[in-house]
Nanobody
Framework: VQLQASGGGLVQAGGSLRLSCAAS????????MGWFRQAPGKERDLVAS????????YNADSVKGRFTISRDNTKNMVYLQMSSLKLEDTAVYYC?????????????????WGQGTQVTVSS
């Protein structure tokens, strides 16, 4: 699976952004998809994930109520709608895919990665 993330940028605190991830290659719908983020000097953490049918999602506590993950298997796309952005959301965001049956997990559980897109939240 090849993944291409896009949609990052500079936004003021309180604003919104939508990240997109285009997948190609193997059957997209068989994979659990996740969005991770990594701030400078910090580990890469799972932000949100979604099962292959979209029936189960996970959101990290830090983004609950603000971020929404979704997917469109007909278009091989996964999205992360981010609202009420905070300064601490600033990071490089990565989309990732795993064939494992899980909802959460860590970066070690994901097999395929996009190149990352920078999100910068300013005051």
């Amino acid at each position: 699976v090849q993944l291409q993330a896009s949609g990052g940028g500079l936004v003021q605190a309180g604003g919104s952004l939508r990240l997109s991830c285009a997948a190609s290659g193997r059957t997209f719908r068989n994979y659990v998809m996740g969005w991770f983020r990594q701030a400078p000097g910090k580990e890469r953490d799972l932000v949100a994930s979604i099962t292959w049918r979209g029936g189960t999602t996970y959101n990290a506590d830090s983004v609950k109520g603000r971020f929404t993950i979704s997917r469109d298997n007909t278009k091989n796309m996964v999205y992360l709608q981010m609202s009420s952005l905070k300064l601490e959301d600033t990071a490089v965001y990565y989309c990732a895919a795993t064939g494992r049956v899980l909802v959460r997990g860590s970066s070690d559980d994901y097999d395929y990665w996009g190149q990352g897109t920078q999100v910068t939240v300013s005051s």
